[in-house]
T-cell receptor
Framework: AQSVTQLDSQVPVFEEAPVELRCNYS??????LFWYVQYPNQGLQLLLK??????LVKGINGFEAEFNKSQTSFHLRKPSVHISDTAEYFC??????????FGAGTTVTVRA | GAVVSQHPSRVICKSGTSVKIECRSL??????MFWYRQFPKQSLMLMAT?????????EQGVEKDKFLINHASLTLSTLTVTSAHPEDSSFYIC??????????FGPGTRLLVL
């Protein structure tokens, strides 16, 4: 079984400032890691994923994440946020059964 | 590519009635479809996994007789909430995958049971 902990429930940030959303996971087997974004009353959109290979993963909308196996982390970063990045962000993990386990989510609020 | 649709987007029903929610993969054949439930300000909880032509696998604590899942084709899965009650009010989201690890999510269906 695997689990995901998102360390920050809410992250307020000013426009054009950098943001980092922290995610730690636990699993007894090899995992696949994902970050999804959810806008109000909508489904989830995939930002990026780590399956194997390079530990630095680049996604859509200028986001990137780094897989750190020793620290069991998969933190999400963006160097300069926009108002439109205001949303809920979910870190998720799956293994060979393809079932996703989600973290509790991080609400990002970007202010002008 | 990889678009998943859900219908309806919102539904209001009376307590005791049944509601069917459709999940379709529009541009790919879905080997597996998943159904999630999300309460306000909370994360997604996996309810069940369905593979085309076989019975759904339900997560612990999910009543299979209440949440009927049918995956009749490679592009369509349905979730029927039977004898709905106010506590079943929630946001229901489906996802689909064909090969590989990535799931693609539908836009969700908001169910309100009065």
């Amino acid at each position: 079984a695997q689990s995901v902990t998102q360390l920050d429930s809410q992250v307020p940030v000013f426009e054009e400032a950098p943001v980092e959303l922290r995610c730690n996971y636990s699993s007894s087997v090899s995992v696949y890691l994902f970050w999804y974004v959810q806008y109000p009353n909508q489904g989830l959109q995939l930002l990026l994923k780590y399956l194997s290979g390079s530990t630095l993963v680049k996604g859509i909308n200028g986001f990137e994440a780094e897989f750190n196996k020793s620290q069991t982390s998969f933190h999400l970063r963006k160097p300069s946020v926009h108002i439109s990045d205001t949303a809920e962000y979910f870190c998720a993990v799956s293994s060979n059964d393809y079932k996703l386990s989600f973290g509790a989510g991080t609400t990002v609020t970007v202010r002008a | 590519g990889a678009v998943v649709s859900q219908h309806p987007s919102r539904v209001i029903c009376k307590s005791g009635t049944s509601v069917k929610i459709e999940c379709r993969s529009l541009d790919f054949q879905a080997t597996t479809m998943f159904w999630y439930r999300q309460f306000p300000k909370q994360s997604l909880m996996l309810m069940a996994t369905s593979n085309e032509g076989s019975k759904a696998t339900y997560e612990q604590g999910v009543e299979k007789d209440k949440f009927l899942i049918n995956h009749a084709s490679l592009t369509l899965s349905t979730l029927t909430v039977t004898s709905a009650h106010p506590e079943d009010s929630s946001f229901y989201i489906c996802s689909a995958r064909w090969t590989g690890e990535t799931q693609y999510f539908g836009p969700g269906t908001r169910l309100l049971v009065l």
